[in-house]
């Protein structure tokens, strides 16, 4: 079993695994975007993707970049956002120097929402998204093929 650590350490949520060869390292990124767009809310997210650009350069890590939306709109409208936010910040980590077969982009909705959505505050903080980082690209995999059956059931739902 798998023990799971969660701290803040300067404003950065950050979760490790216990077990290092589980490791799983989520750093939210604070990347955050203008409502019902795939468009940076300030000029700041772009340097929390250089600075996390840097951090994964000359590494052996993979990278699943996570979209995440609010509650407005419909699910499947929300899942396609939240993939455009996605890639739209892995590709700026691919231009940054990222190996781009180290890295994965996925959408995942309105799922997955850390705050409150029925607050102002809260709906404009789940427009975000959110990295996990891998030792191995066997990790990455298996964390991907749970995360597929989540974003099957979101569509399977709307329909």
Do not use: W
């Not at 890590?61 to 996605?86: M, P, Q």
């Not at 705050?115 to 191995?136: I, L, M, S």
């Amino acid at each position: 079993m798998r023990k799971l650590v969660l701290t803040t350490i300067t404003g950065l949520l950050t979760t490790m695994a216990l077990d290092a060869s589980e490791c799983i390292i989520m750093k939210d990124l604070n990347v955050q975007f203008k409502n019902d767009s795939a468009i940076y809310e300030t000029a700041d997210e772009l340097t929390e993707i250089k600075e996390f650009a840097e951090f994964l350069k000359d590494t052996d890590l993979f990278v699943l970049i996570e979209g995440h939306t609010n509650h407005y709109a419909k699910a499947t409208y929300n899942l396609e956002l939240s993939t455009k936010r996605a890639e739209k910040v892995k590709d700026e980590l691919i231009s940054l120097g990222v190996k781009p077969n180290n890295i994965k982009a996925m959408g995942f909705g309105e799922s997955t929402p850390l705050y409150d959505n029925q607050t102002v505050d809260g709906t404009e903080k789940n427009r975000r998204v959110v990295a996990e980082v891998f030792n191995t690209k066997d990790e990455l995999n298996k964390y991907l093929i749970n995360a597929e059956e989540r974003i099957f059931s979101i569509k399977f739902l709307e329909q």
